[in-house]
């Protein structure tokens, strides 16, 4: 399934994790690390494995990402759930998404595993992340990792850039999918479709998203517009009327296998029953 858009709830907010399968988003978080607080864990954990037992998300995929400390206490509480799609790992390196998958493994269970590689370790081992058994999506947090590489944020994004080209490398080596980081400013739904028709252009296949008003946006942006269609439709008629031919031309450009696969890419990209 497509993972355009990775939503996050509180885990100890479950009428919010109730609703968040209704918002439109592909894949739905109940969040036990960052977005609860210490004191409330036990609480969010009693109120995720309820939610899971039954909820109703017909076609939307619904992960739990677990906290960076208390992982263990977080899959014994929700690892034999029957709603539970996915995993996500945050702060995802190496040795930690190798952790998480042999912990689910104890518990007999199997279900892909979400790393969101957020840190400057898991940065510069994104590739190992990406190809460890199980893992089927690389996500790439900026925000922490401006905070783990002591950066500051900005508008342009220049100092988490090199992070965002690497991550999406490695998911895409790895034949995994790629999901972009969050736009924080809940109030610019423009800026949030800007930033993802810049990841479009990088390789992401979605983004997390923080707010259910971002979903919309964030599909409308990942689709491609009438003219890139057109474009991709024409390649492919051609490329089957070419009988073989590994190079012909379109609209006077020359077309070959790397433009038939971005035409293949951006008709993947077109909502259904369009």
Known sequence: MARRTVLFSPGDRPDMCRKAPSTGADTVVFDLEDAVAPARKAEARAAVADLLSDLDADGVEVAVRVGTSDEVADLDAVADADGLDAVMVPKADADRIARVADLLDERGRSVPLLALIETATGVLEA??????????????????????????????????????????????????????????????????????????????????????????VVHDALAPDADEMAWARRVLDAHEAADGRGVFEVDGEMIDAPLIARAERILDRVPDGE
């Open 127 to 216: 590739r190992a992340v990406a190809t460890t058994p199980g893992v089927d999506a690389c996500c790439f947090g900026a925000e922490d990792l401006a905070a783990d590489l002591g950066a500051t944020r900005t508008d342009e994004g220049t100092e988490v850039l090199y992070a965002r080209e690497h991550v999406v490398l490695a998911a895409r080596a790895a034949g995994v999918d790629a999901v972009d980081t969050v736009y924080t400013d809940l109030d610019d739904l423009e800026g949030l479709r800007a930033e993802t028709r810049f990841a479009v252009t990088l390789g992401y296949d979605g983004k997390m998203v923080v707010h259910p008003d971002q979903v919309p």
